[in-house]
């Protein structure tokens, strides 16, 4: 059996139906396996790192593993960005390269380049894959392959990378095996059974308790079983950012995303400043999700940390880690725990969910009353236009921000985000991925400077004839970064508004250039007369346009409790609040 169609082949059998890549001389026999076999479908990007975000997104809107591919040198390394977005946000995506024939390679140590568009891809990827693997045996893809699979979809899931010589492609492979066993790190169950006792005795003892949910809980029979559990008990639930689409955004037990500088401030406070128990599942607390002042984070609070990943758990979140509870596990298997022995425990906090609903609804009825955060209602009504849509990729500025604070998102709806490589140009390769994963319409929310990262894509939307539509928030700025030069560099916004650096097309003109549907409009104009540009058929660019000086809020200032965020809200509010 020629190599590349096994390894089509072992994917299709592992349920992997779309490859996303771009073609090159040294991927090209990868290619024709995928385009030959009957139970794949490729998909060509215009730029590699197109693919390697669109299998993101593929991979997030799925929950399955996704696939992308290469050619060597320039294709290889533009799929790096991508790569890594997968490592940072635990996505099982396996990564193809093509390379050299192995043939030619000198062995000269030092030598820069062995030949031409030749890179060491496994060299490039290694700090942000979980496994990196170049063949140079065909005997040897059985065993690397199944591993490589393996690895991906374990454990703290991640990217792996296997580099494909051009003569390894096309060789073949005399005994293919599609199911090679590996040692299972699963948590011990003793393990599992003495966290969620921790947990449980903790909650006992606890007055004021709060779940903390991540990605890391990346199983949805594990986070509608944690969902039952704090239903049972009446605890307010608090995501990051990564972990939005678990509850919908009505839910009676959510109660926002926590965010060192835009989280919704009724998040922040409940757990800075209210609550007694911070129970975290798969959430990496990190300066992002707590604030810089890490040490200051909840102090008054026992916390209690439920990650598989050791490494999360080396950083302390309390001074000396001082009233807090470091327990490495599967969070899937200490939730099973809890669920079982849950049930002979059924102390409720019903008291305690008023006072956070009476948080919410006062710092909700702040921002609404807050006059700069037009974009955040604007957001709330497409919401209410796009309730079909099975899933929201949104890309990073400002308008990631008004998105996870304002999007409604519906029951089974998924926003999809670039957490922690932040990448911009994610969210059109992204939307493109989770259509194939999910087969109904998607969205893409972007910002001008962040749509233009990949705007070319807009050739596989239209070559497709994908249901995607595009959303550009276009103030004519990169407005996160002209925020930061208003408060630290005397608005000097080099590189970040016109006239200094920067500039913005008419996008609505560009997609009309590539034959799709577009319109333009004010903000003030959406509510009215998006709706029937939206309810159309097929691919859609709909761009709005915005003051330059719209800006992101409510927002920490540098030094402030991320709980006591700008504008602050009225001293009454916020005193009556904090007494509760």
Known sequence: MKLSDYIVAFLQKKGVRHFFGYQGTMIAHLVDSIERNPLTENHSCYNEQGAAFAACGYAQAKEECACAYATSGPGAVNLLSGVADAYYDSLPVIFFTGQLNTYEYSGIEGLRQQGFQETDIVAMAGSITKYAVQIRKPEDIVKELNKAYHIANTGRKGPVLIDLPMDMQRSEVANPVYDMEFEECHTDPAQAEAAADVILEALEQSVRPVIMLGHGVDSTESQQALLRFTRERQIPVITSVLAKSVLSYDHPLNFGCIGGAYGHRYANMIANAKSDLILCFGISMCTRQIGTKVHEFAKNARIIRVDIDPYNLKRDIHEDGVNEVKLQAETGAVIRCLSEKGSSVKKEFGDWLEVCREIKENLQAVDDQTPERYTNRMIADLSDMLQDTSAIAVDVGQHMVWSYQSFKNREGQKLLFSGGHG?????????????????????????????QMNIQELEWVKRENLPIKMLIMNNEALGMIRHLQRDYFDCLFAGTTDGCGFASCNFSKVADAYGIPSKRMWCDEVKETAPEFLEKEGPGLLEIMLEHGTYAYPKTCLGEPIHNQQPYAPKEVYEKLMSL
């Not at 994610?426 to 749509?451: E, M, S």
Request: charged content about 5%; aromatic content about 14%; some cysteine.
């Open 423 to 451: 990448a911009m140009g994610y969210g059109l390769p992204a939307a493109i991925g989770a259509y194939y994963a999910t087969g109904r319409p998607v969205v893409c929310i972007c910002g001008d400077g962040a749509f």
